[in-house]
């Protein structure tokens, strides 16, 4: 049963993000539906839609909802699409995804944000495959994917996602050191070119594994 307390700061949000240049109608509608305060602390609540990152536990957030956003436009998610997400956090990135159709696999290294993400997608009647694991390496009992997207900042691109992409599959990958890391997109153009862009900046928390930073 949705509370009525949040459906109007939820609406404020969507129309935050289009002013902050978000214009993909579908990613839209899913923050606009998707109840962001149930993946947070009680406590939280009052900031649940203001569009910033909040604490999840375990020295982690759960993303500006303006990143989630601007990461899923520039994956350019189409209904059945294959995506696989490194970073799952608190899920709120993994419940966009399947708003727009996308068929969600997703990796998180912190055994406890996996088991709550898992039951809050559940609760929510959200389809995802989770796993515990370090997702510098991927997911490749899945690959190849459409789409991969990265919510951690890396140090460098990680071969491994790379080599995960489908041909005309996108990787959006925040990369830097600690303190600002700028967005790219890679696209598989064929089986063996690649073409980057170079988005905004963004600052993350650091993503951590074999081709992230160290643990
Ligand atoms: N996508 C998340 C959401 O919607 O809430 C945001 C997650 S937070 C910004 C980044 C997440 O990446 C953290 O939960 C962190 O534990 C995870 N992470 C960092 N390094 C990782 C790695 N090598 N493999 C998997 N998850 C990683």
Redesign the pocket.
């Known amino acids: 049963m949705e509370d009525r307390r949040f459906v109007r700061p939820r609406k404020k949000l969507v129309e935050t993000l289009k002013k902050k240049g978000i214009k993909d109608e579908r990613v839209l509608m899913a923050i606009g539906k998707i109840q962001r305060h149930k ?1 947070i602390d009680t406590a939280l609540h009052p900031k649940a839609y203001v569009d910033t ?1 909040l604490p ?1 536990g ?1 020295g ?4 500006q909802p303006y990143t ?1 956003a601007a990461q899923t436009e520039l994956l350019e998610v189409h209904p059945g699409d294959k995506i696989l ?10 419940m966009v995804l399947c708003e727009l159709g996308a068929d969600v696999y997703s ?4 055994p406890d ?1 996996y088991h709550r993400a898992k039951d809050a997608l559940r609760e929510h009647g959200y389809k995802a495959m989770l796993k515990v ?4 390496l991927g997911w490749t009992t899945y690959a190849p994917y459409d789409g991969i997207v990265v ?2 900042g890396a140090p460098v691109v990680p071969d491994d996602l790379v080599k995960q992409l489908n041909v005309g599959g996108r990787l959006v990958i925040p990369v830097g050191d600690e303190n600002k890391q700028v967005m790219l997109r890679i696209t598989r153009v064929s089986e063996n070119e690649y073409q980057q862009e170079e988005l905004d900046n963004f600052k ?6 074999e081709k ?1 930073w160290g643990a």
């Open positions: 993946l990152a999840i375990m982690q957030t759960i993303s989630v997400e490194i970073g799952t956090g608190s899920g709120y990135q993994c990796v998180e290294r912190h944000l694991g370090d997702g510098t919510t951690a993350f928390v650091p993503l951590i594994g992230g």
